[in-house]
């Protein structure tokens, strides 16, 4: 068993290894990226990987600031102005998504609830929180949505490096380039964020008030401020250690069956999301790649993450997914609920809520 210190250290130097490694070979998010690789590895091997609970919140705060920094009131007007284009793209990708869980569902791939809840296109974490109080194994929803969160970053990454080429930056991002700027407004709103966070109780909360207050300071009040390096490398590492930790050897045990076609209905997930930026991208007059990242059914902040290190138009990528993260917390919750009434008694389920131990860690 190795120790704590000793994993951290051999954590630490595989992410910088893996980073440097992506940096050099000009792929976005690589601060992202190769964290997420090492953390995954480890986990696969055995190893439990210890993560301070502060530190995703802070984090997420962090990169909710970075969101905040593309949604400038002309953008709003924008969004405003063009309501019709941003829920049809948004609604395209959840109704894509929640078809596919229904198609895993039937199969009985997984049980029905979990199939539903793991389908949701965005927002795995409070997905995961939530999905317990309506009967899903935690366990089975978080494999799904952060299996999805880790094949869309992928795939996005790559996408990304192939198409922007050279001009992609490895993860540093154009709003640390104005350091005239001051940055301790950032620290304002992540004190802010923490000390309201635990009263909502919500598992997005950390990265919906780090964007508000992202938007309140600069929007509201007309203060623009800069989001240093320091403060946004390490918050990349933390999500990504955030999400390959969750592959562990007790996780993958319980759904190595469902692997395959979990895995598949993933590919084809992101295959039909590239399918739509198609059309997206004509009617709403960008880019393909901004309108492919905008359709990209992972989570925001990675998204988030790819998109400031990519010459895209980030401002309409910002949009597209924070209203799709905005709609998704209103409805997913009823739309999986609902489905789940229409489907058969599946044996699979009684057998997960069984064999299933408490896991507030999702």
Known sequence: MIGKARLLALLGALSVLFAWGLTLAGFPAAFLV????AAILL???????????????????????????????RVLHEVADHWVIFLSGVFSVIILSFTLGWVLARLRV???????????????TAMTLLCETYGADQRLVAF???????????????????????????GLLPVTAAPALPWWPCLAVVAATLLIAPVLRLGAAPLLLGLAGGLIVQTGFGFHYRLPVWLLAPSYVVIGWMIGRRFTQDVLRHVWRALPAVTLSTGVLIGGCALLSWPLAHIAHVDLLSAYLATSPGGADSVAIIAASTPIDMPFVMAM??????????IAPGIATFLTRFLP?????????????PDNAC
């Open 144 to 170: 799904m949505a952060y299996l999805r969160v880790l094949l869309v970053t992928l795939a996005t990454s790559l996408i990304s490096h192939f198409v922007a080429g050279t001009h992609a930056h490895g």
């Open 43 to 73: 986990a696969v091997s055995g190893a439990t990987i210890p993560l301070d609970r502060r530190l995703p919140p802070i984090a997420q705060a962090i990169i909710g600031q970075l969101m905040a920094h593309s949604l400038t009131l």
């Open 110 to 124: 997984m049980p029905g609830n979990v199939a539903l809840w793991g389908a949701s296109p965005g927002a795995a």
């Open 321 to 330: 997914q924070i209203a799709r993260f905005m709609v998704l917390m209103l």
């Open 34 to 37: 190769g964290p997420m690789v």
């Open 345 to 357: 008694d599946d044996p699979l389920a009684a057998s997960s809520q069984a064999g299933r131990k």
